[in-house]
């Protein structure tokens, strides 16, 4: 079911582990040809095209583009209370911490009558993107949600595919549950469009063939999606800012002899169960556990309501056991990987975490399963896939913030300084950034 890959004795530098890991293959370009159609259509099309690819992608042709008051109101009068429940604690862990992500405005003084400032000014308007494939992610409503609303964020818009097998009153809407997740958070701008073309009008915007605005240019796109989701955001980046490129989600589990082989089984299948590319990757120094491991999935892959996609997912090429020498072998091969989602299952697996460089999130311990993240630990789940952990970050408050610098100097402060700059100027052959500060030197400005 699900391939090994023999490390033991083997150099780990980073260069090779690259060429031998499990990675799940997943060709952007190849959907740029897809997607930039699509993404012109919108442009010169705009309501009307949105609807046209709706029927197309979606099976079902929108009637209200912007979903009505009424729909979001009813969709959360309609909630399942303990669905209701899950939410709020939901949105309540996430806003505590990311809460605490704020920025705060600061000056430094340089020189006598010099002062460089750092404002955080947050985006004027965003567009939040959730899926509605596979699987329909309301949580991904409130990951992305609640960290726009806490940086301050003035406008918010969301977009989510429409449904052709809701219940017959959500018909051609977004699921109840996402509708349900943004009138929890106070989010009245929802749009029943999904997949590029829902990239393409938040960056364009989109009007009715008579000029009535039906959704005004975002200037940032964030939230996960499908590789055409994805291909959308390449090809629109400069049009729009986007938070990052996330592929299928991966999980990769350290362990050594004292892991439990059921529970690592049953996170490796938590993360399977997402999408047939999703990857599910154990790395262990005990082959024992591997084996156990093995034995665990094959009675639970068997029981779980998705098996096709799950073992679609554990038997690709993206997913596998590496077995390693020792933890440290564990290490360098975990921190290589870069993993979306990283679990510690080992002896002293917080000071083993606090050794981790490269992860976009690290779940500590037997107690702190990757499901947990997904929901309720009150961190983000939009996270940084395909390895691009060893250089960026998950969705945060900061992602919605820009800094800005302010600088003020007076006339005493520039010209204790001038002398440098005229010198750099000189040295780099643009002496009209030398004349002007001699201008100011000399009384002028």
């Known amino acids: 079911m699900i391939a090994r890959t023999d490390l033991r004795g083997r150099p780990l530098d980073a260069a090779s582990l690259r060429q031998v890991l499990p990675r799940a293959e997943f060709d952007v370009e190849a959907a740029l040809d897809a997607v930039r159609p699509i993404c012109a259509q919108v442009q010169h099309g705009g309501a009307g095209a949105l609807r046209d690819l709706g029927e197309r992608f979606d099976g079902v ?32 862990r996430t806003r505590l911490v990311h809460r605490d992500q704020r920025r705060h405005d600061v000056t430094t003084q340089v020189a006598e009558g010099g002062t460089v400032t750092e404002r955080w000014i947050p985006v004027g308007r965003v567009g939040l993107y959730a899926p509605g494939g596979l699987a329909v992610l309301a949580s991904s409503v409130v990951m992305n949600a609640v960290p726009a609303q806490e940086a301050g964020v003035p406008s918010i818009a969301l977009a989510s595919p429409p449904q052709r097998d809701n219940p017959p009153r959500f018909a051609g809407l977004p699921h109840p549950t996402v509708l349900a997740a943004c009138a929890l958070l106070g989010i009245d701008e929802v749009y029943a469009v999904g997949g590029a073309q829902a990239i393409a009008m938040f960056a364009y915007g989109a009007r009715e063939d008579d000029g009535t605005v039906v959704c005004a240019p975002v200037n940032l796109v964030t939230g996960p999606g499908n590789i055409y989701v994805v291909a959308a955001k390449r090809l629109l980046k400069g049009v729009i800012g986007i938070d990052s490129e996330a592929g299928p989600t991966e999980i990769a589990v350290l362990a050594d002899d004292t892991a439990d082989p059921h529970l690592v089984a049953a996170d490796l299948v938590s993360q399977a169960e997402h999408d047939p590319l999703a990857a599910a990757v154990l790395v262990t120094d005990d082959e024992d556990l591997a084996d156990a491991v093995e034995a665990a999935l094959a009675e639970q892959v068997a029981a779980t309501k998705h098996t096709e996609r799950v073992r679609a997912a554990l038997g690709g090429r993206q997913s596998g056991i590496v077995l390693v020498d020792d933890l440290e072998a564990g290490l360098a091969v975990c921190d290589a990987y870069a993993a979306e989602h990283l679990e510690i299952h080992t002896r002293d697996a917080a000071a083993v975490a606090a050794r981790v460089r490269n992860a976009g999130a690290i779940f500590v311990g037997p107690y702190a399963p990757v499901s947990l993240g997904d929901y309720l630990a009150g961190s983000n789940h939009v996270l940084p896939t395909g390895g691009c952990a060893c250089h960026s970050s998950g969705l945060s408050v900061q992602s919605f913030l820009r800094g800005v610098h302010v600088i003020e100097y007076d006339r005493a402060a520039l010209e204790q300084v001038a002398d440098h700059v005229v010198a750099l100027a000189e040295a780099e052959d643009l002496p009209g950034h030398g004349d002007a500060v001699r201008a100011r030197a000399r009384g002028r400005g």
């Not at 009068?77 to 604690?89: I, S, W």
Request: charged share 30%; aromatic share 0%; no cysteine.
């Open 61 to 92: 042709r929108p009637t209200d583009l912007r979903v009505p008051a009424a729909a979001l109101h009813d969709a959360l009068a309609q909630l399942d209370d303990g669905v209701r429940a899950a939410l709020e604690e939901s949105i309540r």
